[in-house]
């Protein structure tokens, strides 16, 4: 079993940064056997969608929406993975989940950009 815990969510201004971190705790078996894991968000009254997501080797996929906006990384010493949010828009509001493959959650993050 995996266990997931986000943060670094907040309240900023359009144009600002926020960075977002998934700690990872359980099983190292489990944990070194990811292959790949990603972010999600959920905006009120939208399903949730993919951000982006990076796989164990390092390659990343971005949601055209983020593109260039946003950065996926991972620390796999800490067990810890990263998004990188800049230049936000009020549009980037959400709450953003963490997401391990297969179907490992976080519990979710609030992040609000306000115009």
């Known amino acids: 079993q995996v266990q997931l815990v986000e943060s670094g969510g907040g309240l900023v201004q359009a144009g600002g940064s926020l960075r977002l971190s998934c700690a990872a705790s359980?099983?190292?078996?489990?944990?070194?056997?990811?292959?790949?894991m990603g972010w999600y968000r959920q905006a009120p009254g939208k399903q949730r969608e993919l951000v982006a997501t990076i796989t164990r080797s390092g390659s990343t996929n971005y949601a055209d929406s983020v593109k260039g906006r946003f950065t996926i990384s991972r620390d796999n010493a800490k067990n810890t993975m990263y998004l990188q949010m800049i230049s936000l828009k009020p549009e980037d509001t959400a709450v953003y989940y963490c997401w391990y493959l297969p179907n490992y959650w976080g519990q979710g993050t609030q992040v609000t950009v306000s115009s």
């Open positions: 359980g099983s190292i078996f489990s944990i070194n056997s990811i292959l790949a």
